[in-house]
């Protein structure tokens, strides 16, 4: 702008002043004079400004009233604007003078400065530096009209405020009003869908259970659910035959057990199973019995044969039979189905009580204070030492006393 000033020679006067005191945005604001008619395009294109920025002059006197305007003084000196310094302005010719050249406006009247004041459109200030003797004259007059006028701007301006405030607030609740309409229509679509999708799912699946169904029902169906039935009943009899022959094999181990325990026959189950089988005797008629080691037996043809032979003997073979002889030789009576069920449980028990019995405690922590109950545990451990798969013999505590320690350790050793 200031350059565009300097080098177009139609502009043959010009001032300008920057504007940083008062309550708006720093800005300059210039005065122009052209030596030949010009638009408010041309001076805004010379100048580099926007068209807005520009505005034509008009009247008897308006381009040295306009500099005066640029000082803020005398009338031009109204609240929000500061009073400037002639050295403030810029220009290329003595503007002092052509300001000084522009008459004194004329003294108004009281009746028009207190009008002015109410106005807000003039200051006290500026009245005392233009007219002090209307001043020291009316000043009660004077005060009341700015104070009346500056509390009539402030109501106005609050009720201004207070209507653009209602307005905020009322467009605000519109605003909320639509959204929330907004929403539940959203919210009402939303369940409608849904509700459309639930029902197209649910007849889907009648219409597939319907299907289905009709599947079962026709020929291929029925087929299939009878080689469904017969697999469930092939595995259900697969399971029933594994559980009998681990039941079975069971019930051997457990056989072969009792007669070890009850003949007294160390050793691991294989030890046992050889033990056991040479004491095996089955007669002509395929009765069996129990003989001592080292004897021989007869085979159910008749044949004298050794005990040995008899070692690989069969579930079947070493099961029922040989436990109701071996059992039956501390009664007088052979054992009915119920009695051998329930030996064999007791059996069974009674080994899992003697686990109970030696890890209860007693072999770890039994003092003098408790020896019979420690001696117990000695004894079960010197009794059932001999068939260790059977019953774990624990290790003594750390704690115990010497002597208890090495009755221990000695319980211990088969």
Request: glycine share 4%.
């Amino acid at each position: 702008m200031i350059r565009g000033l300097e080098t177009h020679r139609s502009l043959t006067a010009w001032a300008y002043i920057l504007h940083d005191r008062d309550d708006a945005d720093d800005h300059y604001q210039f005065a122009i004079r052209c030596a030949t008619a010009r638009t408010v395009a041309d001076v805004a294109w010379y100048l580099g400004v926007p068209e807005p920025s520009v505005r034509i002059l008009r009247g008897r006197g308006a381009f040295p009233k306009y500099i005066r305007y640029l000082l803020h003084e005398g009338e031009h000196l109204v609240p929000g604007k500061a009073p400037y310094p002639r050295e403030a302005v810029v220009a290329n010719f003595d503007f002092v003078a052509v300001v000084d050249a522009v008459p004194a406006r004329r003294r108004p009247s009281a009746d028009t400065i207190a009008r002015d004041l109410m106005a807000g459109t003039i200051t006290i200030e500026s009245v005392y530096e233009q007219w002090p003797e209307l001043l020291e004259k009316h000043r009660r007059r004077f005060e009341e009209a700015a104070v009346v006028g500056a509390d009539m701007r402030n109501r106005i301006e609050w009720q201004r405020r207070d209507a653009e405030d209602r307005a905020a607030a009322d467009a605000r609740a519109e605003q909320a009003r639509v959204a929330a309409e907004a929403a539940a229509a959203d919210a009402r679509a939303e369940q409608a869908r849904v509700a459309a999708e639930a029902a197209a799912h649910e007849a889907l699946c009648d219409e597939w259970l319907e299907a289905e169904m009709d599947w079962y029902e026709g020929a291929e169906g029925q087929q299939y659910m009878a080689e469904q039935e017969r697999i469930t009943a092939e595995a259900a009899a697969s399971r029933e035959e594994s559980n009998r022959k681990r039941e079975t094999l069971q019930r051997r181990d457990d056989v072969i057990d009792m007669i070890a325990i009850s003949r007294g026959l160390p050793g691991v189950r294989q030890a046992r199973e050889y033990r056991v089988a040479s004491l095996i005797m089955f007669g002509p008629a395929g009765e069996v019995g129990i003989v001592e080691p080292g004897n021989q037996v007869m085979n159910e043809d008749g044949e004298i044969v050794s005990a040995s032979d008899w070692r690989n003997a069969t579930v079947e073979e070493l099961t029922e039979p040989i436990l109701r002889r071996a059992l039956s030789i501390e009664f007088e009576s052979e054992l009915s189905d119920e009695e051998y069920a329930e030996a064999i449980e007791d059996h069974r028990r009674d080994v899992s009580n003697v686990r109970g019995e030696i890890s209860n405690g007693e072999f770890h922590f039994a003092a003098n204070a408790n020896r019979i109950a420690f001696e117990n545990s000695l004894n079960l451990c010197k009794s059932w030492r001999r068939w260790p798969d059977l019953v774990e013999i624990p290790l003594p505590h750390a704690k115990l006393p010497r002597k208890e320690m090495e009755m221990a350790q000695a319980a211990r050793k088969a």
